[in-house]
C-alpha cells in the first residue's frame, strides 16, 4: 500500500486502532511502542489474521520511532489510562510528559504528517502536541467528539430501539465531563430526537454521554476504553486520506470562533485531505454557547499547569 499509518502505543487503544485500520485496508500500520516485543507481538499476530479477515495491510510492531518515517498520518495513543476515581485531568503532568517527548519524535521524523491525538486529557494533550511539533494547526487535531457523539448516538439507539446508523448526533466541548451534548442537532434519521424521546429522558442520555468514558473505567477497573475510541480515530483517518470533507466533531484550535480562542477544544469541524480544512461555527442557544466557553475557561487553567 502506499499510504502509511502510525500509531504511537500499543496499548488497548493503540492495537485496538491498528486492527480497525487493518481491517479498513486502507494503509500500511506500524505500532511503536516502548515495551520491548509487544508491539512486535501484537503486529504480528495482526498480519496473521490478515489472511483470514481478509485485508493486505503490511502491519508490524516496533520500538522505533524512525520507523514512523515516511507516516501519513501519526496517532497518538501513548499514554496513562485512567483508573477508577481518577479525572482526566489527574492524567495531566504524567502524560504531557509522554505526550511532549513523543511529540519531538514525530516531528524530527515524520515532519509532513498529520496528527491525532487520542491520549488524555484529549483536548490539552492534542494542545501540547501542536506547540512542541510547531505543525500547523490544521495538522495537528484531537479525537473526541467523534467518540462522544458515538456514543449519544448509541444511547439513543438503545432508548428507541432503532438502527444505530440511522442517528446522527453532535456533542461539542472539551472531552470531559464539561463536555456540550447537543440533543437539538441529533436525529433519527433526520427526526429530531426531541419529537422521538421526552424531555428527562434526553437530558439522562445526555448526562450518561457526559460520563461515558468514566461508566466504562468503573466497569473494566484497570483501564479505560478502547474499542470506540480506536473505532473513532479510524473514521477520522479516512476521512483524511478520501478526502471527505465530512463533517464532524473534533478537538481543533480555536481563533475566535464561538468567541474562544488560542485553545483546543471539540468543535464541528470539515475533515479532509487537508485536515482541519474548517471550524463550522453553529448558531447556539445561551446555555450551549455558556457550557462551551465554560469548558474552555476549564481547559485554560489547566493549561497553566503545563506553563503556557
Ligand atoms: N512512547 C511509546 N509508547 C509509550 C510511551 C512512549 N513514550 N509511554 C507509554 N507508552 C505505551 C505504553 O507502554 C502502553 O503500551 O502506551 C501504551 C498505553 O497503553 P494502555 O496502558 O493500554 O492505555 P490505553 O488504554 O491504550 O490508553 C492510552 O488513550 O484513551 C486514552 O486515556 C487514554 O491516555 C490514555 C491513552
New binding site residues.
Given amino acids: 500500500m502506499n499510504k502509511k499509518i502510525a500509531v504511537?502505543?500499543?496499548?488497548?487503544?493503540?492495537?485496538?486502532t491498528a486492527m480497525y485500520l487493518a481491517e479498513a485496508n486502507f494503509a500500511d500500520v506500524v505500532m511503536?511502542?516502548?515495551?520491548e516485543g509487544?508491539?512486535q507481538g501484537k503486529g504480528l499476530d495482526l498480519t496473521q489474521a490478515g489472511p483470514v479477515r481478509g485485508y493486505n495491510a503490511k502491519i508490524y510492531g516496533t520500538n522505533k520511532?524512525t520507523d514512523i518515517k515516511g507516516a501519513d498520518i501519526v496517532i497518538m495513543?501513548?499514554?496513562?489510562?485512567?483508573k477508577p476515581g481518577m479525572s482526566?485531568e489527574d492524567?495531566l503532568n504524567m502524560?504531557a510528559d509522554?505526550v511532549g517527548?513523543?511529540a519531538k519524535k514525530i516531528k524530527q521524523h515524520a515532519p509532513q504528517s498529520f496528527v491525532i491525538v487520542?491520549?488524555?486529557?484529549?483536548d490539552l494533550?492534542t494542545f501540547h502536541m501542536q506547540k512542541v511539533t510547531g505543525f500547523p494547526k490544521n495538522r495537528v487535531c484531537g479525537q473526541a467528539g467523534v467518540l462522544d457523539s458515538t456514543r449519544f448516538r448509541a444511547f439513543v439507539s438503545m432508548e428507541l430501539d432503532v438502527a444505530m446508523t440511522d442517528i446522527q448526533a453532535m456533542v461539542l466541548g472539551g472531552h470531559g465531563d464539561t463536555m456540550v451534548p447537543l440533543p437539538r442537532y441529533t436525529t433519527v434519521a433526520g427526526i429530531p430526537i426531541g419529537e422521538l424521546i421526552a424531555k428527562d429522558r434526553i437530558k439522562a442520555i445526555s448526562q450518561r454521554t457526559a460520563v461515558g468514558?468514566g461508566e466504562i473505567v468503573k466497569l473494566l477497573k484497570t483501564?479505560?476504553?478502547?474499542y470506540a475510541?480506536a473505532a473513532a480515530t479510524v473514521d477520522m483517518c479516512r476521512a483524511i486520506f478520501n478526502d471527505e470533507k465530512k463533517l464532524l466533531p473534533a478537538s481543533a484550535y480555536l481563533t475566535g470562533e464561538y468567541g474562544i480562542k488560542d485553545i483546543y477544544i471539540g468543535v464541528p469541524v470539515v475533515l479532509g485531505a487537508k485536515g482541519v480544512e474548517r471550524i463550522i461555527e453553529l448558531k447556539l442557544t445561551k446555555a450551549e454557547l455558556t457550557a462551551l466557553q465554560g469548558s474552555a475557561k476549564t481547559y485554560k487553567e489547566h493549561l497553566k499547569i503545563l506553563g503556557y
Fill in positions: 504511537i502505543g500499543a496499548g488497548n487503544v493503540g492495537a485496538s511503536v511502542d516502548i515495551i509487544v508491539p520511532f495513543t501513548a499514554g496513562l489510562p485512567r482526566r492524567l502524560n509522554i517527548s513523543v487520542v491520549s488524555n486529557p484529549l494533550m468514558g483501564g479505560s476504553a478502547y475510541p
